[in-house]
């Protein structure tokens, strides 16, 4: 794939995300979906490889562009990563002055179900794909019950999870 065009799809769904997983969305549509670039189980893995290192959520972009261009891809998706924060800055000073708007306050309301929205869509697909069967199920909602009901930090509940599914086949298939 092209590399410029490489960096506008990342730089898209980064744009368009605002934080973390909210591009994921974007990412399987333009990349498995339409593109066929990847499928949904590199995207489970570059978003597991991306959530159990340490920095922002969206280290996962870098897994992405590395699946699709190999370490021109991962450099790609990193600058497309970063370029919004630098835009924002600006708009977030210019919002930050009318943060008691009620249009403001309406927007980013709309914004942030509308990105719910998306993130559950993208979801379903990706789910579907890892789910295997009853044991894998029960790991999928332990996880939610987990980081629903209590403060535990992701990475704790990956590494445990990878240490159930390492447990369970000594003991069955997963």
Known sequence: MNILVLYLLLLK??????????????????????RHLL?????????VAGRTGPGPFGLYLVCVGYYISGVPGA?????????????????????????????????IQGVLLGGAGLLLAASVPLAKDAIT?????????????????????????????????LLAKFFGPV
């Open 39 to 47: 499928t949904d189980r590199q995207v489970n893995t570059a978003v």
């Open 133 to 165: 069967g009853p044991f894998t199920l029960a790991i999928v909602i332990a996880s939610f019950a987990i980081l629903s009901f209590t403060k535990l930090e992701s990475v704790w509940l990956m590494l445990g999870a990878a240490v159930v599914g």
């Open 75 to 107: 450099a790609v998706a990193f600058l497309a990563m970063v370029t919004p924060a630098f835009l924002v800055l600006p708009l977030m000073h210019w919002l930050g002055r009318r943060a008691d708007d009620p249009h403001i306050k309406n927007a």
């Open 13 to 34: 769904a980064s744009v368009m995300s605002f934080s973390g997983l909210g591009s994921l969305p974007i990412i399987r549509n333009d990349f498995v979906v339409n």
